[in-house]
């Protein structure tokens, strides 16, 4: 069956109609072109599909669209401000934190989600909070550095709670 849904997306307001069972991830990249988000497997187990629903981070392969009814969902794409990368991505760049690059997406809206929260992690909240994030390529070191130095350039700049 279909349904209209309103929402928030990357803090536009959005109406679609999608079917009843459809993904979350399926309507983001297919029906509204946004393929920041990475199909990895599925299942909820790789993170690579992460978005924010209201601040918190989840897997869009296993949120049904219907979900989202009403809510605020934030994607890769839509956490830059004014044409000018988050403090998230920009580290991810300068410090190297990608090989492949197909987890990244993920990883930031993970990182972004803890930084939001949390503006002064300690290694081991960074690690716990992108623990459902796989990277297959690194070892994890360059991310976590990304991040900590992400939470400093947001402290020096004044990224606060509510930014996008």
């Known amino acids: 069956m279909k ?10 307001p959005v109406q679609v109609i999608c079917e009843d069972n ?10 509204l072109g946004l393929t920041g988000t990475k199909k990895g497997c ?13 601040g918190r981070p989840v897997n869009s392969c296993a949120t049904l669209a219907r979900e989202v009814e009403g809510c605020d969902v934030v994607t890769v794409e839509g ?12 580290q991810f760049i300068e410090k190297w ?10 990883m930031i809206m993970s990182a972004k ?14 690690r716990e909070a992108i623990e459902g994030n796989l990277c297959r390529c690194t070892g994890y070191v360059k991310i976590v550095e990304a991040i900590q130095a992400a939470a400093e350039e947001m402290e020096q700049e004044g990224w606060g709670e509510n930014a996008q």
């Open 97 to 106: 934190a990608f090989q492949c690059g197909y987890c990244t997406p993920g």
């Open 22 to 31: 459809r993904s979350l991830l399926d309507l983001i990249r297919d029906d």
């Open 79 to 90: 956490i830059a401000q004014n044409g000018m990368l988050h403090p998230i991505q920009k």
């Open 42 to 54: 599925e299942e909820a187990e790789c993170g690579a599909c992460t978005v924010m629903i209201d």
């Open 3 to 12: 349904k209209i849904l309103s929402f928030t997306l990357n803090g536009e």
């Open 113 to 126: 989600a803890l930084l939001d929260k949390n503006p002064h992690p300690t290694e081991l909240e960074i």
